[in-house]
């Protein structure tokens, strides 16, 4: 992913500036830092389908269901990835970098 970034800001300029570099740089940690959250959030939500059975008030059980989230949502985002828009999304910050280069 860091090299998708860096090469459609390196095909938009032939020296990008340290400044152009940093805020490249910067929209990629966001959106890795983004995805790791997302996966200690699909460890917690496989943690709690694992958990074994305890006995509960109604009212808590109603609050588990909630909050168990589908585990097909949760593994789409992780799987089936959309590279473009996922480096659109790190080069928010960077002026001037076109889709694709151009």
Same mark, same amino acid.
């Given at each position: 992913?860091?090299?998708?970034?860096?090469? /459609?800001?390196? !095909?938009?300029?032939?020296?990008?500036?340290? &400044?152009? $570099?940093?805020?490249?740089?910067?929209?990629?940690?966001? %959106?890795?830092?983004?995805?790791?959250?997302?996966?200690?959030?699909?460890?917690?939500?496989?943690?709690?389908?694992?958990?074994?059975?305890?006995? /509960?008030?109604? !009212?808590?059980?109603?609050?588990?269901?909630? &909050?168990? $989230?589908?585990?097909?949502?949760?593994?789409?985002?992780? %799987?089936?990835?959309?590279?473009?828009?996922?480096?659109?999304?790190?080069?928010?910050?960077?002026?001037?970098?076109?889709?694709?280069?151009?």
């Amino acid at each position: 992913m860091l090299a998708l970034v860096l090469s /459609r800001l390196l !095909a938009s300029r032939q020296n990008p500036s340290n &400044e152009e $570099l940093e805020r490249a740089l910067l929209g990629w940690q966001s %959106f890795r830092q983004t995805r790791v959250d997302r996966v200690l959030e699909l460890n917690r939500q496989m943690d709690l389908r694992r958990m074994p059975k305890v006995p /509960r008030g109604a !009212a808590e059980d109603e609050e588990n269901k909630e &909050e168990l $989230l589908d585990m097909n949502v949760m593994f789409d985002w992780l %799987f089936n990835i959309d590279f473009e828009k996922a480096v659109d999304e790190c080069m928010k910050g960077v002026n001037g970098v076109a889709r694709n280069g151009v």
